[in-house]
């Protein structure tokens, strides 16, 4: 069974003195958000300072540790944590820690190229539902057969950008190298194999750093290996079972990852209890297929790894189209289930709004919010959008469950200024909002409710069509 944390269990390794010092009035209000996985154990500053609560600070470290170990890469403020996992499904518990993607650059390259591959992975982002979403790590390949090209690289990595490195050579040399300039900023070691283990375990303690170990298709390797670690106290350990992509083999990688996810959670096996590293970027060490065919095949092959259960993946197409699926899909997986995304119930402005412009209403599900905005944007016609409370549910949904009504549209407006600010009090409704119309238009005296289309996208024709003309004659 998931190893669930419970409030009470916390609770008993905690100070409870309701000192306040965490954020929270309680030491059970903490005890709940730990065991929800939204605040972490350290932030009980008490538990961890005061030498009196030596003992519960070690049960503290026992209770709260997740059956998939929380690791660190890079340093703050650039830290990735991967894994920390509690569960196998994101229905038993919101999944944390996001997993993090890491696109490759060579050591190969001369700097201005390098620094520009790293600074556009650095800056690539888009915004959907209100979040930008981001790459994390670059991970820097050793190919170059130079160690002092390697560390050279990796220096020119650190000095020119703030996202974490992986560095990525089989070889203790070349890593040794390059831990010498960067390895203060705890990148990941990758990785220690059978046969390069004990030289990466001791660059590891020597420098720190986190560290993964490496036996793709070997699991008894790969265990033999983690417990060997563990026994000499090093436990910031990613694992790599490896990542097969060709016929059959992509199906026997999920088995292996679902397989160690498992053996984690529900079995508790600690030699595994890390989070994995899935390499969707062997793809392009296939000979058949043409570029665009692999970068396809890349994309698919880390969406599904993200779904089961990679924690962390490196990938080497740098395309729009290949990543923005991908972290549309991070996004959506690592969001709470049991809250619908939603945005601050309130008034916004777009564009230069004045005390002639007219009101949009709405709900405040997030995806209703942004559409709306977009579509009154696209009307280019400066407005106010009030937004009211449907719960982050849908217009349609929440007016059907009496989770958005005339009252609190209309309670949306009387606290949003609007009354007292406008000369001409045109509110739009949204048209799957239709039947509130005849309540509203008596619940805001002075107010002329106007429903809207059905579908935000027909905003731009509405304002051309009906509303102008309503705001003339107002
Ligand atoms: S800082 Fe620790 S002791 Fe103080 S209220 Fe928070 S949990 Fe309790």
């Given at each position: 069974?998931?190893k669930?944390?419970?409030?009470?269990?916390?609770?008993g390794?905690?100070?409870q003195?309701n000192?306040?010092e965490?954020?929270?009035?309680?030491?059970?209000?903490?005890?709940?958000?730990?065991?929800?996985?939204?605040v972490?154990?350290?932030q009980?500053?008490?538990?961890?300072?005061?030498?009196?609560y030596?003992?519960?600070?070690?049960?503290?470290l026992?209770?709260?540790?997740?059956p998939?170990?929380?690791?660190?890469?890079?340093t703050?403020?650039?830290?990735?944590?991967v894994?920390?996992?509690?569960?196998?499904?994101?229905?038993?518990?919101?999944?944390?820690?996001?997993?993090a993607i890491a696109?490759?650059?060579?050591?190969d390259?001369?700097?201005?190229?390098?620094?520009?591959?790293?600074?556009?992975?650095?800056?690539y982002?888009?915004?959907?539902?209100?979040?930008?979403?981001?790459?994390?790590?670059?991970?820097?390949?050793?190919?170059?057969?130079?160690?002092?090209?390697?560390?050279?690289a990796?220096d020119?990595?650190?000095k020119?950008?703030?996202?974490?490195?992986?560095?990525?050579s089989?070889s203790?040399?070349?890593?040794?190298?390059?831990?010498?300039v960067?390895?203060?900023?705890r990148?990941?070691?990758y990785?220690?194999?059978?046969?390069?283990w004990?030289?990466?375990?001791?660059l590891?303690?020597?420098?720190?750093?986190?560290?993964?170990?490496?036996?793709?298709?070997?699991?008894?390797t790969?265990k033999?290996?983690?417990?060997?670690?563990?026994?000499?106290?090093?436990e910031?350990?990613?694992?790599?079972?490896?990542?097969?992509?060709?016929?059959?083999?992509?199906?026997?990688?999920?088995?292996?990852?679902?397989?160690?996810?498992?053996?984690?959670?529900?079995?508790?096996?600690?030699?595994?209890?890390?989070p994995?590293?899935?390499?969707?970027?062997?793809?392009?060490?296939?000979?058949e297929?043409?570029?665009?065919?692999?970068?396809?095949?890349?994309?698919?092959?880390?969406?599904i790894?993200?779904?089961?259960?990679?924690?962390?993946?490196?990938?080497?197409?740098?395309?729009?189209?290949v990543?923005?699926?991908?972290?549309?899909?991070?996004?959506n997986?690592?969001t709470?289930?049991?809250v619908?995304?939603?945005?601050?119930?309130?008034v916004?402005?777009?564009?230069?709004?004045?005390d002639?412009?007219?009101?949009?209403?709405?709900?405040?599900?997030?995806?209703?919010?942004?559409?709306v905005?977009?579509?009154?944007?696209?009307?280019?016609?400066?407005?106010?959008?009030?937004?009211?409370?449907?719960?982050?549910?849908?217009?349609?949904?929440?007016?059907?469950?009496?989770?958005?009504?005339a009252?609190k549209?209309?309670?949306?407006?009387?606290?949003?200024?609007?009354?007292?600010?406008?000369k001409?009090?045109?509110?739009?409704?949204?048209g799957?909002?239709?039947?509130?119309?005849?309540?509203l238009?008596?619940?805001?005296?002075?107010?002329?409710?106007?429903?809207g289309?059905?579908?935000?996208?027909?905003?731009?024709?509405?304002?051309?069509?009906?509303?102008?003309?309503?705001?003339?004659?107002?």
């Amino acid at each position: 069974m998931p190893k669930i944390l419970r409030p009470l269990e916390v609770y008993g390794v905690l100070p409870q003195t309701n000192c306040g010092e965490c954020g929270e009035s309680t030491c059970m209000a903490f005890a709940a958000k730990v065991a929800d996985g939204v605040v972490e154990i350290t932030q009980c500053r008490p538990l961890f300072k005061d030498p009196k609560y030596k003992s519960k600070l070690q049960k503290a470290l026992e209770v709260t540790r997740p059956p998939v170990k929380a690791v660190t890469i890079g340093t703050p403020p650039y830290q990735v944590i991967v894994g920390g996992k509690r569960v196998m499904y994101r229905h038993e518990l919101t999944y944390h820690n996001p997993t993090a993607i890491a696109i490759d650059v060579m050591d190969d390259v001369d700097a201005d190229p390098l620094i520009k591959r790293a600074k556009a992975i650095e800056s690539y982002t888009f915004e959907r539902i209100g979040q930008q979403l981001r790459l994390n790590l670059i991970a820097l390949r050793y190919v170059s057969g130079n160690p002092e090209k390697f560390a050279k690289a990796a220096d020119v990595l650190s000095k020119n950008v703030s996202l974490p490195l992986i560095l990525c050579s089989y070889s203790p040399d070349a890593m040794e190298e390059a831990l010498t300039v960067v390895g203060d900023k705890r990148p990941l070691i990758y990785a220690a194999t059978r046969n390069n283990w004990k030289e990466m375990l001791d660059l590891a303690s020597k420098y720190k750093c986190p560290i993964a170990i490496s036996s793709p298709g070997d699991l008894n390797t790969l265990k033999s290996l983690a417990s060997t670690f563990i026994s000499t106290g090093i436990e910031d350990i990613v694992l790599d079972p490896g990542t097969f992509v060709r016929g059959d083999s992509l199906a026997e990688t999920i088995n292996i990852f679902t397989m160690l996810r498992r053996a984690a959670i529900e079995k508790e096996d600690k030699s595994v209890g890390f989070p994995l590293m899935a390499v969707p970027a062997v793809v392009w060490m296939d000979p058949e297929g043409d570029e665009v065919e692999k970068k396809m095949k890349e994309s698919y092959v880390a969406s599904i790894m993200m779904t089961r259960y990679a924690d962390l993946l490196v990938m080497h197409s740098f395309d729009p189209w290949v990543l923005m699926p991908l972290l549309v899909w991070r996004q959506n997986i690592y969001t709470d289930p049991r809250v619908p995304p939603s945005v601050k119930p309130g008034v916004y402005e777009i564009g230069k709004p004045t005390d002639v412009s007219p009101v949009f209403a709405t709900g405040n599900f997030a995806l209703t919010y942004f559409l709306v905005r977009g579509d009154i944007e696209n009307a280019k016609i400066d407005a106010y959008l009030v937004v009211a409370d449907s719960e982050g549910l849908s217009v349609e949904s929440s007016v059907a469950g009496r989770r958005l009504t005339a009252d609190k549209f209309a309670e949306a407006i009387k606290s949003s200024g609007l009354n007292q600010k406008l000369k001409k009090k045109v509110l739009v409704i949204p048209g799957r909002a239709a039947r509130l119309s005849g309540e509203l238009e008596e619940l805001l005296s002075g107010w002329k409710v106007l429903v809207g289309p059905r579908d935000s996208s027909a905003i731009p024709e509405f304002v051309e069509k009906v509303l102008k003309k309503e705001m003339e004659s107002a």
